[in-house]
């Protein structure tokens, strides 16, 4: 339906166009070509033609287009800000009413000093501030939205790749820019309205999933920033845009096998990812004189204290890199250390496989176009997959499973997916809780520290210099 109401207002738009043409002493048809459209177009303000190439630049082609759009307006003499504005949301109104009004004639080439002299027009303060607060907050919004983003690292499930405090770019044109699924929302705001609270967005119009062309696919390991999915569900429901960001390292693409054995992660049956930033957690048990924790804050050691029935210091949780925890070990007061067992419930949380953070799998990562068996077993690993990513209505009746009201012994994916993990392994909440991650849920491609933050510091090292401009691997 939106499509179709999409079409005729385009169409309505163009025809007030072609109206406007002809009055500026051109064919109609010339209003409705693309990019020799906007030739005509350069020609009729008095803008140099050969900017038309500007129209295969993605991004720099919005502006180009208003820029000629607007001038053309004004060469009508529709200069006022509503006029302008309106041109801009309204088109499929004011182009056939300019269109057909004989009084609105056209006056020439508005960027001629001709023109200028002719019909002098100067715009009062506030119409100036107007037009620079608009065009910054266009300008940043497409930026923000296709482009590249600021992104700041709230947690630690991605220590010691990345730090909390660390600001980083992040870019929309590696893997495509998503085309907004709820166009209308406050900008600069995710999902909540600053200050004031609410939401920051409206759903009265929601655009299906849609991704521009991008450099690349997503390579395994890349570190990805995406939309938590469980914001799917209550009490928050949000649209797939408007979802919180999360940030993970992808290290499982679409028809790899993943699973993890005692903590260790493998992919394809080979050792998943693995560096020396890694971390994992450790029970660390001292003698009576325990671990000094100015020691273990001055090397910025993740630590939670494990306490007895009298609330003594029993160990020390110490999440760290083996290289680490090789140091702490050779420490005098250590007597042993013991590796956590993370046995957290892990998905798809179901007692058919009683599967926990450090020991899952082999699961089958879905790719878009393959066929997968449903049945009893398989269920609980696609029901919500099919049911809250790709918008089915599905049924366990007592005669078998039913999608969409009909039964069904199979299901093709529609969409590719990714396993999603942190490299702070046993501080991450990441696809061994929620599961697989829709490709309609990236953002982007995380590429570079820009500033480095660190609260712990001295007044002298709150920035973190040697992380500035660090690539992320």
């Keep these: 339906m939106w499509y179709l109401i999409f079409a005729v207002l385009t169409a309505v738009s163009l025809y007030g166009l072609w109206l406007l043409f002809k009055k500026a002493g051109k064919q109609g048809w010339e209003a409705i070509v693309p990019v020799y459209r906007e030739y005509v177009l350069a020609q009729l303000v008095g803008s140099p033609t050969w900017w038309i190439v500007w129209l295969f630049v993605p991004i720099v082609n919005v502006f180009i287009f208003y820029g000629f759009y607007l001038d053309f307006i004004k060469s009508f003499g529709k200069r006022r800000f509503w006029e302008n504005a309106a041109a801009v949301l309204v088109p499929f109104i004011v182009l056939p009413l300019w269109g057909r009004d004989a009084h609105v004639k056209y006056l020439g080439q508005t960027n001629t000093e001709a023109f ?62 998503r085309i907004p699924n709820t166009p209308i929302a406050f900008p600069f705001a995710h999902h909540t309205m600053p200050i004031t609270g609410g939401k920051a967005y409206s759903e009265w119009i929601e655009l299906p999933y849609k991704r521009l062309p991008g450099f690349q696919q997503i390579k395994r390991n890349d570190v990805v920033v995406f939309n938590y999915p469980v914001e799917a569900d209550a009490p928050f429901n949000r649209p797939v845009d408007k979802r919180e960001n999360y940030i993970k390292r992808a290290v499982a693409i679409p028809g790899d096998v993943v699973e993890m054995h005692q903590g260790i992660l493998m992919v394809n049956g080979k050792p998943g990812f693995g560096s020396n930033d890694v971390q994992s957690a450790y029970y660390v048990y001292t003698d009576e004189r325990g671990l000094d924790l100015n020691i273990l804050k001055d090397k910025r050691f993740e630590y939670n204290l494990v306490q007895d029935q009298n609330g003594n210091v029993a160990a020390y949780l110490l999440l760290v890199t083996k290289d680490e925890i090789e140091e702490v070990k050779r420490w005098s007061n250590v007597k042993q250390v013991v590796p956590y067992a993370n046995e957290s419930p892990a998905f798809p949380k179901d007692s058919q496989y009683n599967w926990d953070f450090h020991n899952f799998g082999p699961i089958t990562i879905p790719k878009k176009g393959d066929t997968v068996p449903l049945n009893a077993l398989t269920l609980p690993l696609y029901h919500r997959l099919i049911t809250v990513y790709e918008g089915h209505k599905l049924e366990n009746r007592a005669d078998g499973i039913y999608i969409d009201d009909a039964k069904a012994d199979s299901y093709k994916i529609q969409m590719d997916y990714y396993w999603m993990m942190g490299d702070n392994r046993d501080n991450s909440l990441d696809s061994r809780d929620f599961g697989f991650v829709p490709e309609d849920h990236v953002v982007g491609k995380a590429l570079f520290t820009w500033l480095s933050y660190d609260t712990d510091g001295t007044f002298l090292s709150k920035i973190r210099w040697n992380r500035i401009f660090k690539g992320i691997n």
């Design 116 to 177: 200028k002299k002719k019909y002098p027009y100067k715009k009062t303060v506030a119409r100036e501030w107007a037009d620079a607060i608009i065009f910054a907050t266009i300008a940043a919004s497409l930026i923000r939205g296709f482009l590249i983003e600021a992104y700041m690292i709230p947690s630690g499930s991605m220590e010691r790749t990345l730090l909390v405090g660390d600001f980083l770019f992040v870019s929309k044109l590696n893997y495509g820019p």
